[in-house]
């Protein structure tokens, strides 16, 4: 199936730290609102890792990562599934139709819309040889099912979740994931959409933004410490997807106003924009 009739494309990832509040999945599918109303199509992918940690202390377990890393246990999928499917998907489909917004909500194992295989172990260097359990890679992305709901004038609102033939379910890294939907769909831009909202020199100084980075500058702020813990897997994939189609890519928040609309014009005003 053809691309060209859906361009342009956004693809828009969003962390379960910015859907916390209603006021905050307000101001997304504002933001939302605004690039659809500017003609673009938009596939919505989201996490839930807060959601995820306050549920699995409910259930009586405890968040296991190493370096940032989840481990994900038979018992823990379990919560996943009903934190990112049951609660966050549903929460913030509503909060987009509430904006005007066609929302299809839906998760990678819909449709095998994630093809994903599960994760060998992994040498993690001081942690030895770590086996991740239920957690997965993902093989490819059902495009023409994407483009299929895009072309219904619906605007795909992804879990971040995958499966493999044989129906055995995953939980993926929401970043992972939507590096290979943004690829597969060629996006012409691609937001992902943080509670910090860009890279920052000094994190608690908004005034030390950075407006613009490449590879050889991330890698010395990576050096220097600046980009650092989860942020680095984030920017490094991100980077990598300026050499596989995807044109535009920004970090920012998207609890301000026009602030999505704003990056689609090329402004600086808001976030950090990844550059070749």
């Avoid at 993690?124 to 359990?133: A, E, Q, R, T, Y």
């Avoid at 129906?167 to 994931?177: L, M, S």
């Avoid at 937001?191 to 991330?218: K, Y």
Wanted: aromatic share 4%; hydrophobic share 45%; charged share 20%.
């Amino acid at each position: 199936m053809s691309s060209t009739v859906i361009k342009p494309i956004a693809v828009v990832k969003v962390g379960g730290d910015m859907l916390l509040h209603a006021s905050d999945r307000q101001g997304f599918a504002e933001n939302v609102k605004d690039l659809i109303d500017a003609g673009w199509q938009c596939v919505i992918l989201h996490g839930g890792g807060p959601q995820l940690n306050e549920l699995q202390e409910l259930h009586g377990l405890e968040p296991n990562k190493v370096d940032g890393r989840r481990i994900t246990s038979v018992d823990d999928l379990r919560v996943v599934k009903q934190a990112l499917c049951g609660e966050v998907n549903v929460d913030l489909v509503a909060a987009l139709l509430g904006a005007g917004i066609n929302a299809f909500g839906c998760h990678g194992a819909s449709g095998l819309l994630i093809e994903a295989e599960k994760r060998p172990a992994k040498d993690m260097g001081v942690h030895g040889l770590i086996d991740f359990g239920e957690v997965g890679d993902v093989l490819g992305v059902n495009v023409d099912l994407l483009y299929t709901l895009l072309k219904a004038d619906l605007v795909p609102v992804v879990a971040s979740l995958g499966a493999s033939r044989d129906g055995r379910v995953f939980n993926i890294n929401a970043d992972t994931t939507v590096s290979a939907i943004a690829s597969s769909v060629k996006a012409e831009l691609l937001i992902l959409s943080t509670m910090v909202g860009g890279v920052f020199s000094d994190i608690n100084d908004p005034l030390t933004r950075v407006p613009q980075l490449n590879a050889e500058f991330a890698a010395g702020l990576i050096k220097e410490g600046v980009i650092r813990d989860g942020m680095i897997p984030k920017v490094q994939e991100a980077l990598a997807l300026l050499e596989k189609g995807v044109a535009s890519i920004v970090i920012a928040n998207a609890s301000k106003s026009g602030a999505f609309l704003d990056l689609t014009r090329g402004s600086a005003r808001h976030g950090t924009r990844l550059v070749k």
